[in-house]
Nanobody, 119 residues
């Protein structure tokens, strides 16, 4: 079992920055890959970024590449999403997720944190 708790969301103006955090508990944090997803009103949930468990290899959706940075601190059991140059279309509920088998299936999810970008 893995428990995930997101924090750091809020209201920001376009062009601004936010940093989201996802704190994990329940299993050795360094043993599994992690990712961020988001869901905007009326839209399906979409992939944002992923970070591998050990090597820290990262992947990004094209829509956020160059603006968002995913990272993790295994000593703190925490993953981060630094979001810069935010746009109104980044407005969504952001979720963190854990992939325990590194196969792309995310079995555990956080409750989500709201990010609102005003124009």
């Amino acid at each position: 079992q893995v428990q995930l708790v997101e924090s750091g969301g809020g209201l920001v103006q376009a062009g601004g920055s936010l940093r989201l955090s996802c704190t994990a508990s329940g299993r050795t944090f360094s043993s599994y890959a992690m990712a961020w997803f988001r869901q905007a009103p009326g839209k399906e949930r979409e992939f944002v970024a992923r970070i591998s468990r050990a090597t820290g290899i990262t992947y990004y959706a094209d829509s956020v590449k160059g603006r968002f940075t995913i990272s993790r601190d295994n000593a703190k059991n925490t993953m981060y999403l630094q979001m810069n140059s935010l746009k109104p279309e980044d407005t969504a509920v952001y979720y963190c997720a854990a992939d325990l088998n590194s196969g792309g299936a995310y079995a555990y999810w956080g409750q989500g944190t709201q990010v609102t970008v005003s124009s």
